[in-house]
């Protein structure tokens, strides 16, 4: 007999509660707010958020994902609130969550199904980061989480790395100074086990082509199946209608041999069924958003999830 576990990652387009957080730059998402961040509002994305997660997979599996990397939490509350919603509360999820010095106040975090994963230990690392006048910038901070996946360990490194906003080159150097960070966290694992399994996810602002990327599969020897994807035709964000898949998920090879694991990968895809997009007009197939600018579309994310799906051999 065997099992399949879906592993996703989900960049959920700034998932704010309504309450002011004097510590960080929140103010738009107040139901004062230049967004009009309503409780309503909270609640709706709320709903439909789990309604997303409960149905990752589910082509391949008959079960809602082991465990989801987040990007785009304000605090621990939001994440209760999202398994504790509608469609994730009755399957025994859980979460790890920490605060970054994020300016805005994002963070990522891990909810995952106890039946099947057992966390077992967790922590985060930041990225240092300086403006061009040398003061510090802040940006999410990186986290590693180590759990039994039915009695296999394996190390979850969850990533939502710098922006692009400010030029593609220009930024680089932000999700270079990442990557380097992962694959330091990487080496301190290798060095005190043999062959770790290790996976890393996220919203990486970048491509599996750009050097970030080729450099966590060079230097960590990590397997990234989502150079594979067609960006004509799907990715898991539009950028001026164009397709790109800045949201991955990596693997070492040891989930290749069926000698070291009884789980080994099968499939890796964006997740993006109709229901998540919008139906009609200019940006028909594109992912339905929340908000456009400080236009509220009532939508999901900016972002589709991405997947994979790892088979269980008893």
């Given at each position: ?23 960080t ?5 107040l ?44 605090n ?7 398994i ?15 605060d ?64 692009r ?12 100074a990442a ?6 966290i990487?080496l ?40 594979l ?47 998540l ?27 589709f ?10």
């Amino acid at each position: 007999m065997s099992y399949k576990h879906t592993i996703a990652f989900y960049n959920i387009e700034n998932l704010f509660d309504t309450k002011d957080d004097v510590y960080t730059d929140d103010d738009d998402f107040l139901p004062k707010g230049k967004k009009r961040w309503t409780l309503k509002r909270y609640k709706k994305k709320i709903k439909k958020l789990g309604r997303v997660i409960s149905q990752i997979g589910d082509e391949d599996s008959n079960f809602p994902p082991a465990f989801v990397g987040l990007a785009e939490v304000e605090n621990r509350q939001v994440v209760e609130d999202l398994i504790n919603g509608k469609h994730l509360r009755n399957y025994n999820y859980n979460l790890v969550h920490y605060d970054s010095s994020d300016e805005r106040g994002i963070d990522v975090a891990l909810i995952y199904n106890q039946d099947v994963f057992n966390v077992t230990h967790s922590e985060t690392f930041s990225v240092y980061l300086e403006k061009e006048n040398g003061q510090q910038d802040f940006t999410r901070d990186i986290l590693l989480v180590t759990g039994k996946l039915n009695d296999e360990q394996i190390h979850v490194i969850i990533n939502h790395w710098s922006s692009r906003r400010e030029g593609v080159e220009a930024t680089e150097y932000k999700r270079l100074a990442a990557a380097d960070k992962v694959n330091q966290i990487i080496l301190d694992l290798k060095e005190t086990q043999s062959d770790p399994k290790i996976i890393v996810m996220g919203d990486f602002n970048d491509t599996a082509q750009n050097n970030s990327l080729l450099s966590l599969e060079n230097s960590s020897q990590l397997y990234n199946p989502f150079k594979l994807i067609d960006v004509s035709t799907k990715g898991s964000l539009t950028h001026f209608s164009e397709w790109f898949v800045f949201d991955q998920i990596l693997f070492s090879n040891s989930f290749f041999d069926s000698k070291s694991t009884k789980l080994n990968f099968i499939k890796a895809d964006v997740f993006n069924s109709k229901f998540l997009t919008q139906y009609r007009g200019k940006y028909v197939g594109q992912p339905f958003r929340t908000y456009v600018g400080l236009k509220y579309k009532g939508g999901y994310s900016d972002h589709f999830p991405v997947y994979i799906i790892l088979k269980e051999d008893a």
